[in-house]
């Protein structure tokens, strides 16, 4: 699985871990507005579009899917994306949908 974080035109592709997705979301990490973090596997992906100011619920515009088939769209705060996030990458959860 990778981490693709990409930032004001600097991309950033990295094998995935727990420590890193936990620093990415972390309430005091800065992700500055339009910063994209997915994570993806083969066909399964998150994404995480920075839209809204920080620590509020609208934070991020969440998507992902499973091949074609959508399964996740929504905004969310830092922590739900954070959980979103957990589940993808320990694998007990597909993305879901609904926000």
């Known amino acids: 699985m990778i981490l693709r974080i990409c930032d004001n035109g600097r991309e950033q592709i990295v094998p995935a871990s727990p420590e890193l ?11 500055a507005d339009g910063t994209e973090i997915t994570l993806a596997e083969g066909e399964r992906w998150l994404t995480a579009l920075v839209v809204g100011a920080p620590g509020t619920p609208a934070e991020f515009l ?9 399964t996740v769209s929504g905004q969310a705060g830092r922590d739900d994306a954070l ?6 990458l ?8 609904g926000s």
């Open 90 to 97: 320990s694998g007990r959860a597909v993305p879901r949908a």
């Open 21 to 31: 997705v936990e620093g990415v979301f972390a309430p005091e990490a800065p992700i």
């Open 62 to 70: 969440l998507s992902g899917a499973i091949g074609e088939t959508a």
């Open 83 to 88: 959980i979103r996030f957990r589940e993808f």
